[in-house]
């Protein structure tokens, strides 16, 4: 009876271990998840804060017009960071929208228009956050 005992206790041992493998990885997963939203909200805090500073610079071109230029450059940065971190159809089709409304100010801005519209660009962060957060 001993020897039959053995290979239950193996089994027993070995579907343990297979299960909290298992568990482990299903929420290692999960907090890949996690992480990755929490990465995405961070990012579009951050673009959030360089859509006011744009806001900002547009307004105070005159004084000091290379504040519009580093204010888009914060923006692209980020966007950067959030494309390489996700996969999210919806998230990168928000960083698109808003790369694209980052794009139009430049040429804006290279076309000689000292105070371009920005709410684009502030229409499309918005987007952005709403999406990283639902």
Same mark, same amino acid.
């Given at each position: ?10 089994? @027993? ?10 568990? *482990? ?11 990755? +939203?929490?990465?995405?909200?961070? *990012?579009?805090?951050?673009? +959030?804060?360089?859509? *006011? ?12 017009? @290379? ?33 694209? +409304? ?33």
């Amino acid at each position: 009876m001993a020897a039959s005992r053995r290979p239950r206790r193996r089994s @027993t041992t070995i579907a343990a271990a297979v299960a909290a493998v298992a568990l *482990t990885a299903g929420l290692t997963t999960g907090c890949d998840a996690v992480n990755k +939203a929490l990465d995405c909200a961070r *990012t579009a805090d951050a673009i +959030a804060e360089s859509v *006011t500073e744009l806001q900002q610079a547009v307004e105070n071109a005159a004084n000091d017009p @290379t504040q519009t230029s580093e204010a888009l450059d914060s923006i692209d940065k980020n966007l950067n960071e959030i494309g390489d971190k996700t996969e999210d159809t919806d998230v990168n089709k928000a960083v698109d929208d808003l790369q694209a +409304a980052v794009t139009n100010v430049r040429d804006s801005i290279k076309n000689g228009d000292e105070t371009p519209d920005v709410s684009p660009v502030t229409d499309a962060a918005g987007e952005l956050t709403k999406v990283c957060t639902s």
